[in-house]
């Protein structure tokens, strides 16, 4: 047995709880068809990346205005370390092809349903006949705009028949006794899988950032938007504030951008052509009217224009 060291430098240390995040505990957030989210186990909170970040600053000050001070600080500078002292394990229930994407954030511990172990879970994500989007065509890996409803209830018949009929194959060759890690080979992508994921809050933020951005795809966006504003904003609100304020609706500058904006506020447009043709952002339309795409403008273009900029 480990003897208890008692010293005059013993200190009694209280765990962190959230009140507004017990609440939910074990509560699945519904996502999507038949997925979801739910909170399992949690540690630290907003104290906790305060409490952190004043093993270097000294204890400070313990009011709120200061410890959210504090956080903004800390989100605005980049110092990521005292997110990592708050973290979260999630069980959600998530399409595969969905998973897919989520699984590369590899800063995470994970833990899925096996399909070699367990049957396959009967459940499949399926589509609305009005949900059904159009391929985009200035991203290669978006969608833009939805099929028209008619033919979107074609394909939603065809999805059920796939899926009817994977459901079939997959129960035949369990019957005929084929081992599971093989009999589950041809089940569609849009067949739900289960996983614990426990993760710190910076590498939350992280996927956070990444997933909520409006050229994610849907589905995952779906899944990171119920975590992030129905499991964080109550776990941590002034981590998620900051976050929010200096990341997710926040915009930066290239040097590239910030040498364009300091040519167009001076108003000469031919200064603006000849800088951009240096640069090589410049393009002389084509016969129909058209300018060549390029993204690193086109996307500099897109926040000019929220500053009232307009590029020629």
């Not at 952002?281 to 000019?304: L, Q, S």
Request: aromatic fraction near 10%.
């Amino acid at each position: 047995m480990t003897a208890i060291h008692h010293s005059a430098e013993a200190q009694h240390v209280d765990r962190v709880s959230v009140p507004m995040l017990d609440g939910i505990l074990g509560i699945p957030l519904k996502v999507l068809d038949d997925g979801f989210v739910r909170v399992v186990d949690y540690m630290g909170g907003d104290a906790s990346i305060v409490q952190a970040a004043r093993v270097s600053y000294g204890k400070g000050t313990k009011h709120t205005s200061e410890d959210r001070g504090l956080i903004r600080y800390l989100m605005r500078h980049r110092h990521t370390t005292p997110f990592e002292m708050a973290e979260i394990k999630l069980h959600v229930r998530v399409p595969m092809d969905c998973w897919r994407q989520w699984i590369r954030h590899r800063t995470a511990s994970v833990n899925e349903y096996s399909t070699r172990y367990s049957v396959a879970i009967d459940a499949k994500q399926c589509t609305p006949k009005n949900m059904w989007r159009s391929q985009a065509t200035d991203n290669k890996q978006g969608s833009f705009g939805h099929i028209e409803e008619e033919l979107g209830a074609a394909l939603s018949a065809r999805e059920t028949e796939l899926h009817d009929l994977a459901k079939t194959v997959y129960q035949e060759r369990l019957e005929l006794g084929v081992a599971r890690e093989q009999a589950r080979k041809d089940l569609p992508l849009s067949t739900y899988t289960e996983a614990y994921w426990k993760v710190d809050l910076h590498n939350l933020f992280h996927f956070l950032g990444l997933r909520m951005e409006a050229h994610a795809q849907k589905e995952i966006r779906d899944y990171a938007t119920v975590i992030g504003e129905h499991i964080v904003a109550l776990w941590c609100p002034l981590a998620w504030e900051a976050f929010k304020d200096y990341r997710l609706e926040a915009q930066s500058f290239s040097r590239l951008e910030l040498d364009m904006l300091r040519v167009m506020k001076t108003g000469h447009q031919e200064d603006v052509i000849a800088h951009a043709k240096t640069i090589g952002w410049w393009f002389e339309p084509d016969k129909n009217g058209r300018v060549k795409p390029h993204r690193e403008r086109d996307e500099f273009i897109a926040k000019a224009e929220m500053l009232g900029y307009k590029f020629p």
